[in-house]
């Protein structure tokens, strides 16, 4: 973030809402922009409750000192280890391994936990897969959709009056999927 002012604070924290959900509770230090009138009317319009810690108590939001150290910590061993690397890079490079690597506890990484699926990273390369045989089979097909290209066909026209359209078979993407070239020229896909 550029600035730290309550309203671009708002534009950051929307941003993250809207990818993620809301959370109930948001803890905090006692920065400015994280107690100000502007931000606490927003927590207020969308239920969120401001749990802000005493001041000079780092001590009181532990998790996130804790985090911010290691990643301090971290991100100067890369650093360190590559001279060339901007501080930017090297927070990158920590968050990528760190949402990749499985937690001691839940044996699963937070990227995984976070998205139920698991990482895809340099480092999932080298760690063996158990789940493979529990991985969804294709489903039988239902039609036999065998067309060709070159083989004139019907299409749904979504967009005019009529319902449906002659049309030219230009290549096969998949087992329902076609690309279909209409008279007009136009290039389209065809879901069966």
């Given at each position: 973030?550029?600035?730290?002012?309550?309203?671009?604070?708002?534009?950051?924290?929307?941003?993250?809402?809207?990818?993620?959900?809301?959370?109930?509770?948001?803890?905090?230090?006692n920065?400015?922009?994280?107690?100000?009138?502007?931000?606490?009317?927003?927590?207020?319009?969308k239920?969120?409750?401001?749990?802000?810690?005493?001041?000079?108590?780092?001590?009181?939001?532990?998790?996130?000192?804790?985090?911010?150290?290691?990643?301090?910590?971290?991100?100067?061993?890369?650093?360190?280890?590559?001279?060339?690397?901007?501080?930017?890079?090297?927070?990158?490079?920590?968050?990528?391994?760190?949402?990749?690597?499985?937690?001691?506890?839940?044996?699963?990484?937070?990227?995984?936990?976070?998205?139920?699926?698991?990482?895809?990273?340099?480092?999932?390369?080298?760690?063996?897969?158990?789940?493979?045989?529990?991985?969804?089979?294709?489903?039988?097909?239902?039609?036999?959709?065998?067309?060709?290209?070159?083989?004139?066909?019907?299409?749904?026209?979504?967009?005019?009056?009529?319902?449906?359209?002659?049309?030219?078979?230009?290549?096969?993407?998949?087992?329902?999927?076609?690309?279909?070239q209409?008279?007009?020229?136009?290039?389209?896909?065809?879901?069966?």
């Amino acid at each position: 973030m550029k600035s730290t002012d309550s309203a671009a604070t708002i534009k950051a924290l929307q941003t993250i809402f809207n990818n993620f959900g809301y959370c109930k509770t948001i803890v905090s230090d006692n920065g400015p922009q994280l107690v100000s009138n502007e931000i606490k009317e927003y927590y207020a319009s969308k239920q969120i409750h401001l749990m802000p810690s005493p001041p000079y108590h780092p001590q009181s939001n532990g998790l996130a000192e804790r985090m911010v150290g290691t990643a301090k910590k971290s991100a100067t061993k890369i650093l360190a280890a590559n001279p060339k690397m901007t501080p930017e890079a090297a927070i990158q490079q920590f968050l990528d391994d760190y949402r990749a690597t499985p937690h001691k506890t839940t044996k699963r990484s937070p990227n995984e936990l976070m998205f139920c699926t698991p990482p895809t990273h340099l480092l999932s390369t080298f760690v063996p897969r158990k789940d493979t045989e529990n991985e969804p089979k294709p489903r039988p097909t239902k039609s036999k959709l065998n067309f060709a290209p070159g083989d004139l066909v019907w299409k749904r026209a979504f967009r005019k009056k009529v319902k449906w359209e002659a049309g030219t078979v230009v290549q096969r993407e998949s087992n329902y999927i076609y690309v279909i070239q209409d008279d007009w020229g136009s290039n389209s896909h065809k879901l069966k």
